[in-house]
Each structure stands twice: as structure tokens, then as C-alpha cells.
């Protein structure tokens, strides 16, 4: 995912000229007044997580969101949850990436921008790290991510332009341990040694092999897999292909069982406000609201559009919807009405009126899902089998 202030109005890409704090604040601020006191939530399924982190100005919500999935994995497991190093995962993905831009002689998007299969894929090769052993040097704070990307995108530029530098490989990544810090190569852990690989297998014990990535896309064949097309997908992963009203069933078995879901998605539509910790979509569209109506959109429960699936597929086509950011789906809530809703964590710490939890409705989810990521034995078993996994 790119970070959402570089997502309005584009498909990841090119960032945009205005500042990322100003669109950040300014979602984080979004639209009415308190809405805990118009909505009542009870939770249906509750998963257990970890507590609520900030990514702040810089593009990783797609580590801190996939690094606190695989957290609640371990929870799940029946083992004591760890702290995750998101960073750690962002710094080795940059360096695949940066490897991958040479590769396709610069046909590739550059920045902070990753995938949840970036989360599993950098566990497997590199291993993981608890934030006590790598804090990124506050990779994050203003003007942090700016500065690293000018100083490599030059070098990564640099190398596929004009002679062939074979040095560019171990500038790249000095250049990136120099802004994020340099990894350790052995650290201690509650009194014990480890490496990366080390800790991953005998703490995290995790294995990625056990995580699959879907989407629902009606340019591909369904229940086949399929690249995931968006700029930001460096890896070329691809993802399973499912029927539009799968996504929710598949979310919604998970759940039951005990399994949380790493979901990128859309956040700069209207009907999302990080404020108020609600996100759905209105049955009239913005533009034709009153002002009183505008106002009013998180007072209370409001009625949907219904989803269709050409809607879904023209707002990916049409650029509306952009996969900008990524967040935990952690369990289910019921509204004052007996609608169901997404419990969803974020990574934009403790600010807003859930304490950095958003109340997510399925047609939401049906809608502006990019991608999601959970563990194949939470799919149910129907799905499973059209899948061949």
C-alpha cells in the first residue's frame, strides 16, 4: 500500500503535490462531531491483539498491519506475542525492491509503499526482529521517509541509467542502514542470543507458508491466481482469485475460528472517517448531499448502497478506488440496529474516538478490499477446495 496521502486521486503511483501530514490530519479529523455517542457497538468476535502502534508520516501501514496479524497468529498459537519489529521488515523489503527496480531497468514504483505479502515473504528470507533489537532510528518522524528516498532513489536512478555501476548494490543498502540503522546481526532476547533467523523460527515460530493473499477481480479467472495489479506490488506476487461475496465469507469464517486478516484497502472515500473510527458506504453520494447531510454522515447508523460487482471492478478501473492503506481486521460488532461491522486496528496510534479501532461495515469491505492476507485454515472448507489449497 502507499501511504493514503499519496493515494487520492491515483492508483498508487506518483505521489502528489501536497503535503502527506495535511491529507493524514485531515482524515484523521474527518467529518462529524463524537460518534460514540450516536453509535452503540457490541462485540460479536473479538479476537486478541496487540497494542495499537503509529507509523506515523511514513508508508509502512502495510508492515505494521501485517507484523500485528502475525502478533494475534501468535497469540492464537498459544504463544506469548512479540513486539514485531515493523521496520525491520520495511528495511528488508526496500532492499528487495531497490534489487527488483535494477532488475527491470527502472520500470518499477519506487517509495514507501508495500503489500501484507511483503510481511510473510521478508519473514521467510530475512527472519524478524523485536522492536527492542530495531527501532528504525524513528524512521517515520517528519522528514524521515523524504529524506531516505531522495538520497536512494538517486542511487537506484544512477544505476540504470548510462554504464552499469556493479557498486550500486552495496551503496543502496548502506544508504538505507544508514538512515533506518544497521541490523544486528546477533541480539538478546529475554536473557537469550539469537540472529534474526534464529528468533523467527524458534520465537515468532511462525511459518509463511501457512499465509495466502486473495483479491476479488472480474479480469481474471475465479478461483485461479492471478498477479496483483497495482504499481506497488514490486514482487509481482500474485493472489487468489475469488467471487466478490467470498471476500466477506471468507473474513467471516476466519473470524470464527479464532483468525484475524491483514486487509488493504481504500481509505480516502467520504464514507470513511478515521475520526469518528466508522467507515461505510452511503447510500446517497456525497455530492448530492445537503450540508446537513454531510454533517451528519457518522451520527448515527445510515443506509448503504448495495454492492455489485461491476461497482467494484469500475471503481479499480476508473482509479477510485486506491490501494492506499492497510490495517488488522480483529473480530465483528453489532450496531444498536443489529448491523454487523469489521472491528478493524490501525497504525495511526490512539487518536481518534475508538482509541485507534474502526468499526468497518461489510459492504465497505465488499466495495474497497485491495488485497487481504490471513491463514489458509481460515477459509472455509468450499473455498478451500475450489482453491486447491
Not at 478506488?321 to 497504525?347: C, F, L, P, R, W
Amino acid at each position: 500500500m502507499k501511504p493514503v496521502w499519496m493515494a487520492v486521486g491515483l492508483l498508487f503511483g506518483s505521489t502528489v503535490g501536497f503535503a502527506q501530514d495535511n491529507l493524514v490530519n485531515s482524515l484523521k479529523n474527518n467529518q462529524s462531531a463524537n460518534s460514540t455517542g450516536s453509535f452503540t457497538f457490541t462485540p460479536v468476535i473479538n479476537a486478541e491483539a496487540t497494542s495499537v502502534k503509529n507509523q506515523k508520516s511514513s508508508g509502512t501501514c502495510w508492515s505494521y498491519s501485517t507484523n500485528s496479524f502475525l502478533e494475534s497468529e501468535m497469540i492464537r498459537s498459544g504463544k506469548k506475542p512479540v513486539d514485531l519489529a515493523d521496520l525491520f521488515t520495511a528495511r528488508n523489503a526496500y532492499i528487495e525492491k531497490g534489487i527488483n527496480y535494477v532488475r527491470m531497468h527502472g520500470a518499477l514504483t519506487l517509495g514507501d509503499g508495500g503489500a501484507c505479502h511483503d510481511v510473510t515473504n521478508m519473514l521467510a528470507k530475512y527472519g524478524a526482529l523485536p522492536q527492542e533489537a530495531y527501532s528504525g532510528n524513528d524512521y517515520g518522524s517528519p522528514g524521515s521517509s523524504d529524506r531516505m528516498n531522495k538520497l536512494t532513489e538517486a542511487i537506484l536512478k544512477k544505476a540504470v541509467e548510462g554504464k552499469f555501476d556493479p557498486t550500486w548494490k552495496a551503496r543502496y543498502i548502506a544508504t538505507i542502514d544508514s538512515c533506518m540503522g544497521a541490523v544486528p546481526e546477533k541480539f538478546t532476547y529475554e536473557g537469550k542470543e539469537y540472529t534474526p533467523k534464529t528468533f523467527a523460527k524458534e520465537v515468532v515460530g511462525l511459518n509463511p507458508e501457512d499465509y495466502v493473499e486473495l483479491s476479488s477481480f472480474t479480469t481474471a479467472p475465479y478461483y485461479q491466481k492471478t498477479v496483483l495489479m497495482v504499481p506497488d506490488n514490486w514482487s509481482f506476487d500474485q493472489v487468489y482469485n475469488v467471487q466478490m461475496n467470498d471476500i466477506t465469507d471468507i473474513i467471516d469464517n476466519a473470524l470464527k475460528k479464532g483468525f484475524t486478516v491483514a486487509w488493504a484497502t481504500d481509505v480516502s472515500e467520504k464514507g470513511f472517517s478515521w475520526k469518528n473510527g466508522v467507515a461505510y458506504v452511503p447510500a446517497k453520494d456525497f455530492e448530492s448531499m445537503s450540508g446537513d447531510e454531510k454533517k451528519a454522515m457518522f451520527n448515527g447508523p445510515k443506509p448503504e448502497k448495495e454492492i455489485t460487482v461491476e461497482m467494484r471492478q469500475a471503481a479499480f478501473d476508473n482509479y477510485e478506488t486506491t490501494d492506499d492503506h492497510g490495517m488488522q481486521i480483529t473480530g465483528i460488532a453489532k450496531d444498536q440496529n443489529g448491523k454487523e461491522y469489521y472491528i478493524v486496528k490501525n497504525s495511526w496510534g490512539a487518536t481518534n474516538d475508538y482509541k485507534g479501532y474502526l468499526y468497518v461495515s461489510k459492504n465497505f469491505v465488499k466495495y474497497k478490499t485491495t488485497a487481504f492476507l490471513l491463514n489458509k485454515k481460515g477459509i472455509p472448507s468450499d473455498i478451500r477446495k475450489k482453491l486447491s489449497i
